[in-house]
Structure formats: structure tokens, C-alpha cells
């Protein structure tokens, strides 16, 4: 079984035609999921693609393995050999893929879904969701179990809201837009007018809004701008419990890993990439495709193109070679004390103030 | 549509008397939203703060503009001329504020509300949202959609709890208290005491206590104490993805930025700010007015007034001068070569233990 | 009342008997909560194991202490006496712990549970709570209000979900696993091939395990793996907020601090302490016993029992150094310019090129 929740049997022909490779034993055997080599059972594929797990493959219980040609393989695994068994092993996987967990014939007789709302043909509602007055769900979307769909919100075709999503009045989504459990998309954004050392809160009166082929991560939250609207681009990918602020502009196809943080109103360009724990201040913009290092605290724009790390963030050869030199200051001051004994030693002998008046 | 979910028209006239500034063209026309210069549309209004915007205004689609007097305005936008446009917007936002998303006319049919529970008069529970018993729930309080509040929790008046918000038992919010979706209030405090290498539960039998005028961000966790109670105090803004563990107690009028984190028993002041992702030891003590940097890592107490920073946190002054030292540290090595390259040469022309002898 | 939802009335006898210490006063007064010295009421025990207190126990309000022989006690105070009032306060918590907020008597009426589940004896599934197909509930196990189990997940006996918890399809939940509100066991890991500028999702076929006796803390993250699964091993304790990511593999008796991040197929050993903030690059093993600081990157393997801390973390003992060296650079600069000005008088009275051509 090795953790498939609602496995296929695959026979081994079909997966050596899929990634172009030979068969070295039954093509007919079949196999019913993937798991690496320690873990594997009988009746699971798995793949050898760093040599340091070479010696594991002798005690495999695995009923077939994606390894390379030339590698010597244990009598009784099946070997699927391919020049490249990881990415063999990437394009196995959704002949294995249950695809996303089913959620209701129509809507849920529990969910509670006003009657002005527009639905597509398809759309599929779960268990105790509500859908609120004026949303409009395009076709063939599917809002999980317990979900929650505000006042007016446009959620285009082929989405997917796990359960637990919530989804802020007036948001829009676009199509293929996939949110994992718990994310919230539309809190209010956190901007309030110090009046007289108290705090009045600005109305967040914008939206968020969501392009094509998005997905964000479990428990990640997206505040709607104070007006106007917080942009997530086509095909930009948000992993668990990242925060953007409101106002934020991420274009298309950028990749933002987990517990990033980013702070109103900053610009992000495409094929930009984030590290986990990041942070960026409010009103910066990073240009496209730049890299931001995990961790990274970033305080000021970053050029196109550009690898910054650090904090202050920095470009990272600049970064690496600071680091450098602080692994040095121990050398340092050895070299500072006896430059200074030298020194010390050498009046005495002809050089230094106390001759001068010699 | 600028992204206001339920837009309301005003008319310009209204917008010019509420910042006390004097309209350049109609005052009868309307606008329906807010929006950034390059981002409105016919029917929104914008502003101009920033200079380098100045170019934008020509191409924008706006009907009017928030801009200072003097400024050049183009034709067919209206302008309304006033000293500080931004404070201007501020001003101007509620007049499009669409209020909270209404929750329900009294309790939902499909809450579930305890029978043992006192409910003010104008309560509003929403679809799917679950009091337990011993609950107190004051007037005008609103709990939106799939919220629950535990067993002898206490709300107080017109309080609004977004979708999908945890009130733990016993738990207290005082007035006025805002919860954004998901946010969770009264979770377990993270306390075990290690056994011969494991850990055991100490019971985690304390509160949480949130003061007047609270708001508490999207997914934000707040754990109850061990025993007795964390303290949330009056006018304190909590932003998303926070985390504040048992028994830390903050005062009234703090702000605390986004994924920031505080352990146990910390004591925060009054006016205190917290940059995002910035995390806190336990048992510290952060004096009123005090400022600490995002992303700095505080393990001591922080005296009133000061600004900390990096990490460990520091002065920001010292951090900066540390910062700035670092920065020179290829210079330094420099500098160090050319004296050691220096006094190598100095010993043969007279100084020098070599010489001693002589 | 402390803030104890649920409070017994515990006699003074009972708590001396409990900790083995000697009773100063009316063992037949009860007491009904537990609270810190200046937070106490009347009917609650309080402790003083911190010196600093002492003036404050002269002022309090509550009914016993908790307190070391020797130590002065106002009269009206009733002490008990012990050697660690700290640890006799550990002792005596339980006393007053209210248990697990109760759930329902079986399964709520409003509970969606699919006919095709597996409920064990005592199970109680509460208001709202979804279980999915194929789902199997072990005895004893409590579900509470809004928390889904998706398909043929399987939890042990005894275990507790607080409202709002997600468990996803096929995962796996050993015996008295807690899990608090909001937590997501299952989501989708963090996969994407790019291709051509683009990122295609890499299906996440794999599953979460989860061993016996793990807490799970509010609105944290734990992604199911690529395939295989993701595991967490028996006694392990999540604080809130974490994230780990597909692949993850912890062992047991670790324990992770409030807002950690774990990136994907990272190995950690068995009794790892991780700091609050902290974060953990892929690919990276932690070796047994080892502990990370609070905000260390961790981004290569961290051999057992050591201690490593900073970006990038390293031996705990190195960073302090290197973190003294840095304090000291504003000196070292002086003391390099002192050398330098000595140097220029030094070539004056004799030694330096100027004079080689003597």
C-alpha cells in the first residue's frame, strides 16, 4: 500500500512505455504505488536515483525498480531501466494519482448555499459549505466540506477549495485555482491610524485577486488591499502558512515557499522565487526572476535577475563573502596582537617616538 | 469596480467636504470605489501622494483624484485639491466602507447553540457556527459562519468573529473584539515536563483574556496559560499568522506584525511594536514604547523606548554600527596586510628583535 | 475562579498530601484555581519558587501557597510547604485539570458520517465533523465539532481533534495523538516540475503517519509526502504554526517549538529539541539529541547531540565566538588605526623604505 489512499494497480509495461524504458523481468506483474527504497513493500514501485542507496537495493521488498542502465540490479526486482530514474519517476507518478479527493454529487443537501448565487454546470458543493449571496462559481468547481465562500466572490471553472478554505467577500479567482485546507483568502488587511497613541482601524475595503492555475498552501493567508486589490499572477505557486499583506502584487509563475512573509504593498515580479521563512518590508519590488534566499530578511528592491541572502538581504556573493570574513575574525585579531607586540619590540631597537629626540 | 464588494456611489461633493478640500470640475458626479492611479477604472477615485506618479495621472481612467494644490491635473479627471492627499484617502475610505459582511437575523437555523447560554440582545450566530454551554455571548456580538466558542466562554458586546474562529473554554474577549477567519484563541499551551527522556502533558488549565477594542489576524494562534491566564490587553492589534504562547501578557495599544512569535510568560508594554516575524524568548520583559525590528530575535529584556534589532536583538544604533563594521571587514584584512607587509619590511633598516644583537 | 473553565474544589489537605509537603494553616480550606502571585483571588493557590516575588506575596489575595520551609508567610496565607515549589506546582496542576472538553455522546446528529466508516467502542464524533469513506476510528477517539477525516484515514484509540482539525485522505494517526484547532494533517506537499519557465504540479500521492502519543499544535502544517509518506514519530510534541513538509521524517521524543519550519525529506533524529522559529533546509539529517536554537537556518546535517544555532547554524559554542569576535570590531578597527599611526611615525627615526636608500 505504501500510503496511496486510493491506489491503481499499474502493470510494469505501461510504466516502462511511459518513461521510454526497458523492462528486465514480467512486463505483466503489476505494481500499486510508490514508496522510496527502505520504505517499499511488495507491490510498490521505487527508483534508485543517488548511488549512496545502491546498497539498499539488495534488501528492497519493492515488487519494481526505475534505476539506471548498468546498475546491477537484485534477482526478483523488476528493473525499468532509464537514463534519468528521478525524472522517470516524476512522470510515473500520476499513473498513480487518485486525483483530488471527491466532494459531493451537486451541492450537499448540509451546505448552505444562498439562492442568488450563479453556478456553473458541474460544480460539485460539500458537506456544511456556505456559499454566500452573489457569488458566482464557475464550471466544474468544487468547494470541499465545511468550506466558506463569501458575499459576491468569483471563483472561475475547475477550482478546488479543501476543506476549511475560506474565500473573503468580493475575491475573485480565477480558473484551475486549487487552495489547500485552512488557507484564507481576503482577511482584512492590517492598517490602522495612530490617533493620539491608539490605533483606529482603516477600512479594508479591496479585494484579493487570485489568476489562472494559482495554488496556495495550507493555512497561508492573503489579506485584501485597503482599496483596490491584492494581485496573486497566473500560475504563481504559495506553499503553507506564507502571509502577504495587503495591496501585495506577486505576478505570474513566481514560487513563494513556506512561512514567507510579505509586507504591504511590495511588487513581485515572474519566475521569481522565495525561500522558506523569508521576509520582505513593505513597498520594495523585486524583479523578475530574482532568487531570495530562506531566511532572508529583504529591506530594499532587488534587481531582475539578481540572488540575494542574508539580513539585511544582499546579493549573495556579497553575502557569502561577508560570511567568509567573519569566519576570519578570529585570524584577525591573532594577526592584530602580534602586529602589535612587533611594534611594541621595535622602538626599543632604533624605531619609534621615544628615540626621537635622539 | 475598483474591488469594493458592495460598493456605495458618492458623489464628489461628499468627498470634498469630508477633507475639507475644494473640487476642480463636477461636484454632482460619483464615484463608486478607491483605487491606485494605475489600477482605476471610470467610476473610481484615486489620489496623488507620491510624485512619481505624477506621469501616471495623465494616462489614468479615474473620474477624480485626491491631489495637493499646484499639482497639474488633466482634463476630464476632477480633482479635489487638498494639502495631504493620502491622509485625505484615509479619511474618505469609510465613506465607501461596504460595514462587516452581515452574518445571519439571530441564531441560524443550522447553529448550534447550547441551550445553557446567555445571548445579549442583537446576536447574530451564522450558519454552521457551534456556542457550547456556559457561553455568554454580548449584544451585538456577530459570530459569523463555522465559528465555535467553547464551554463558559465570554464575549463581549458587538464583538465579530470571522468564519471558522476558535474561542477555547473559558476563554474572555472583551468589547468590540475583531477575529479574522481561522485565527485560533485558547489552544493548549506548549508545556510538558521531560521523564527519563519523554515528555508529559502539564495540564494546560488557564485562559485567555482579550481586552476591548482587540483585533487578532487571519489564522493567529493564542495559547492559554498553564494556569491563571494570557493576556491580550485594550486596543492591541494582532496581525496574521502571530503566535503567542501561555502566559505571556501584552498591554494595552501594541501592534504586533505579521508571523511574529512569543514564548512563554514574556511581558510586553503598552505602545509596544513588533516588526513582522521578529520572535521573542520566554520570560522576557519589553518595556512600554519600545520598538523591535522584523525579523530580530530578542533574548533579553528590552528597556522602555528603545529600538532593537538583528539578532541576538540589540540597540538598533549598535546593530547598525555592527553592520556597518562588518561591511568594512574586507577593508580591514586590507589594511592589516599592508601593516604586516610594512613591518616585515621595517626590521632590515633598523628596528627589529632580529637586530637586537648589535 | 483563575480562568479554570471547569474548576474542582481542591482541599488543602489533598495538595500537601500530593506534593509531600508539610500544611501551614486550614488543611480543611479548599481551593478552587491556581494562579500566579499577583493574578491570584481569593479560593486560588498560588506559588512562589522565584525570590523576586516575595514582596508580592505579602499583597496577595490567594488562599494558599505553595512555598520553601523557611520562607516568611503573611498570616491569612495558608503555606504548604515543599523543597521545589515549582515542581510541586507541576504536581498538583492535574488536580484541577477539567479534562478534554466533551465532544457529544457518540455521534452528533449533525456529525456527516459516511456509512462506509469504522467507528471502534466510545467513539464520539461532535457537531458538524465530517468523516469520509473508509475512514477507521479507533476506540475512545473523540472528534470534535467542524473537524474533518477524509478518506480512509485511520485513527488509533483515544485520540482527540479539537474543532477545525483536518485530517486528509489516507493518513494514518497512531493512539492518543491531540491535535489542536485548526491543524492540517495532509495537505499536499510542495511539488513542481518546471518546465519551460512554468511549474506543473508533481502529484502528492503519499500519505502522513502519524505514531502514538504526538501533539499537534493550532494551525499548524504537515504535508503528505510526494509518495511514501511523511512521518512523525511516537512522543514527538508540535507546537503551533509549524511546518513540515513532504517526506519529513522525525522520530520520537522530539520536540518542536512554535513556528518552525521543516523543508521537504529532512531526517530528524530521536529526543531533537527545535527552537521557536527556527528553520531546516531539505535533504538535511539532525542527528539524535541534537538541539537548534530558536531562528537557526539549518542548511547542512547537525551531528548528534550537538547544539547549533544562527544563519547558517553551527556549533553553538563557534556562533558565540564569532558573535563576541563581531561585538569587538569597532575595537579592532581603533586598534588597527593605532598601528597604523604608529607605523607612519615609525619610519621617521629609522626604520622604512623612505630611508632603505640611507
Known amino acids: 500500500m505504501s500510503g496511496i489512499a486510493a491506489g491503481r ?24 504505488g510508490v514508496a522510496g527504497i527502505e520504505w517499499a513493500r511488495e507491490g510498490d514501485l521505487t527508483f ?16 519494481a525498480v526505475l534505476i539506471a542502465p548498468g546498475v546491477p540490479c537484485p534477482e526478483g526486482v523488476i528493473a525499468v531501466r532509464t537514463e534519468d530514474p528521478y525524472a522517470a519517476l516524476v512522470r510515473v507518478l500520476p499513473l498513480f494519482d487518485p486525483g ?7 451541492v450537499h443537501p448540509t451546505a ?8 456553473g454546470p458541474d460544480v460539485a458543493i460539500g458537506p456544511q459549505a456556505v ?17 466558506y465562500v463569501g458575499e459576491g466572490a468569483k471563483l472561475g471553472a475547475e477550482c478546488y ?25 481576503g482577511s482584512d488587511g492590517f492598517g490602522y491610524a495612530p490617533v493620539k497613541g491608539q490605533y483606529r482601524k482603516i477600512p479594508q475595503i479591496g479585494i484579493v485577486e487570485i489568476g489562472d492555475d494559482v495554488e496556495i498552501g495550507a493555512n497561508a493567508c492573503i489579506d485584501r488591499a485597503t482599496f483596490g486589490k491584492t494581485v496573486i499572477g497566473p500560475g504563481t505557486k504559495i506553499d503553507n502558512l506564507v502571509q502577504i499583506a495587503h495591496n501585495v502584487a506577486v505576478a505570474e509563475d513566481t514560487v513563494i515557499a513556506a512561512q514567507s512573509g510579505i509586507a504591504g504593498s511590495t511588487r513581485i515580479g515572474r519566475g521569481v522565487r522565495l525561500g522558506g521563512q523569508s521576509g520582505l518590508a513593505g ?26 541572502s542574508g539580513y539585511p538581504a544582499r546579493p549573495h556573493r556579497d553575502a557569502m563573502r561577508r560570511e567568509a570574513a567573519v569566519r576570519k575574525l578570529p585570524e584577525i585579531v591573532r594577526r592584530i596582537r602580534a602586529l602589535e607586540s612587533a611594534l611594541r619590540r621595535a622602538p626599543r631597537t632604533g624605531a619609534g617616538k621615544e628615540r626621537e629626540g635622539r
Chains 1, 2, 3 share one sequence.
Open 100 to 106: 483530488l479527493p471527491p466532494v459531493s454529487e451537486g
Open 283 to 308: 513597498h520594495v519590488r523585486i524583479g523578475d526572476g530574482a532568487s531570495i534566499g530562506a531566511q532572508a530578511g529583504v529591506i530594499g528592491d532587488v534587481p531582475a535577475g539578481e540572488t540575494y
Open 161 to 185: 477549495l479543501y476543506p476549511g478554505v475560506f474565500v473573503g467577500r468580493g475575491c475573485v479567482l480565477g480558473d484551475r485555482v486549487r487552495v489547500q485546507p485552512g488557507a484564507v483568502i
Open 112 to 119: 448552505l448555499v444562498s439562492e442568488e448565487v450563479s453556478l
Open 48 to 63: 534508485l536515483a543517488n548511488p549512496k542507496y545502491r546498497a539498499d537495493l539488495k534488501t528492497t521488498r519493492a515488487t
Open 9 to 32: 494497480s499499474v502493470p510494469i509495461a505501461e510504466i516502462g512505455e511511459r518513461v521510454g524504458g526497458s523492462v528486465e523481468g514480467s512486463p505483466d506483474a503489476c505494481v500499486r
Open 131 to 147: 456559499v454566500e449571496a452573489g457569488a458566482e462559481i464557475g464550471p466544474g468547481t468544487r468547494i470541499a466540506a465545511q468550506a
